[in-house]
């Protein structure tokens, strides 16, 4: 860890000094070497978009599929321009959108009715194409999104907190699909993937795949493929395209096993991050809980030097932050007071490293 020495302090401030004097006007656009620091935001979440904003967020990562999917896909283009123009009207830039832009359920069981979801998604795209809004993070969690079996541990200074354990997710059994193995989801990302990765390539929007979370197959009978590098690497190379990338979620490639200091270089040198959750587990594979963001195991200072260094310039956000004194644990990780924490933190490690942020 390089340590933050007299000099290297003053030479850092005088650089600053430098930039406040020049006279230029701070630009909304992102600027060539710096990291967007955003948080995640619903329509309507109108308080949590004010105090992200009070934190000093220029950025957001918007969700848009309860909207997109109460209007037909003739809207969908005046629906998403509305949606930008209220995050705007709060001093945010949409940096991209999370968690699918239209419902994808039957797509990724490969259910009657895909290709329908299928349009529905390359309409998404396209408009989202035409508003400027630049990215997507996507997923492939067949019949359960990410997946935690208790959200009431107790964290620091009594906190709340989430844990996976395996043992109490196979007590629950099957699910209402029962048993999906692995090469029909491989298909089914095949034959979306075919569909879809012309059209984002196109339209210039990236498509950012996050991690399984947590990346253990089968889970309760369904199969999950995006569950380590290896398989990652297969998934890019069923339609290699520049628009298609990485959500570089770096607790799950920790709970996968993975090296996450040496596979983020890797692949942000290579330009496949789009995209990076920053958060941390204790654990691994068929244990582990959610952390603070200043108290796991992994070394956070480097890995944000890292993305930095291997040429990441995207949007990052931390994530599954636990829920603290104070707030309600109805949508737990997403409380706003841990996320306030996380932002200071991250920032004071971004301007102590002379990183370049907004």
């Known amino acids: 860890m390089r340590s933050l020495t007299r000099r290297t302090y003053l030479q850092s401030s005088l650089a600053g000094l430098a930039a406040a004097s020049s006279g230029k006007p701070a ?11 955003t948080e995640v935001f619903g329509p309507g979440q109108h308080s949590r ?30 629906t998403l321009a509305a949606i930008k123009r209220e995050f705007e009207s ?32 390359i309409a998404a795209i396209e408009a989202l194409g035409k508003v400027g809004i630049p990215l997507v993070c996507w997923n492939f969690m067949a019949g ?14 009594g906190a709340l907190t989430s844990e996976f354990r395996y043992e109490d997710a196979e007590k629950q059994g099957l699910t ?50 995006v569950t380590s590098a290896a398989n990652y690497r297969r998934i890019l190379d069923i339609v290699p395209s520049p628009v298609h990338g990485i959500t570089f979620c770096q607790a799950n490639f920790k709970a996968m096993g993975e090296d996450i200091y040496a596979l983020a270089e890797t692949l942000c040198r290579e330009g496949k ?12 594979g068929r244990y582990f809980r959610e952390t603070f963001h200043d108290n796991g195991p992994t070394d956070m200072v480097r890995m944000l030097q890292i993305y930095h260094d291997a040429g990441f310039r995207g949007p990052i956000r931390p994530d599954h932050a636990p829920t603290m004194e104070g707030e309600s644990n109805e949508n737990p990780g997403y409380a706003m007071m841990g996320k306030i924490l996380a932002f200071g933190y991250m920032k004071g490690i971004l301007e102590a490293r002379g990183i370049p942020y907004e």
Not at 32 to 37: D, E, K
Not at 144 to 157: A, D, H, M, P
Request: proline residues 7%; aromatic residues 8%; charged residues 25%.
């Open 27 to 37: 630009s909304r656009e992102p600027r060539a070497g710096a990291i967007q620091l």
């Open 49 to 78: 978009m004010r105090l992200a904003v009070q934190t000093g967020l220029k950025y957001a990562i918007a969700t848009v599929a309860g909207r997109l999917s109460q209007v037909p896909r003739s809207q969908y283009l005046d």
């Open 90 to 121: 709060h001093g945010l830039k949409i940096a991209g959108v999370e968690s699918d832009p239209v419902p994808t359920g039957k797509i990724k069981l490969g259910l009657p009715g895909r290709d329908e979801e299928i349009e529905n998604y």
């Open 144 to 157: 359960l999104g990410w997946y935690r079996t208790n959200f009431e541990v107790k964290e620091r200074g």
């Open 176 to 225: 209402q699909w029962g048993e999906v193995p692995e090469e029909r989801l491989w298909d089914n990302i095949t034959y979306f993937l075919k569909a879809v990765i012309p059209v984002a390539e196109k339209a210039g929007v990236r498509m950012a795949l996050h991690p399984d979370d947590p990346p253990i197959s089968p889970l309760r009978g369904i199969a999950r493929i």
């Open 273 to 284: 991050v789009f995209f990076v959750h920053y958060r941390d587990i204790e654990g691994q």
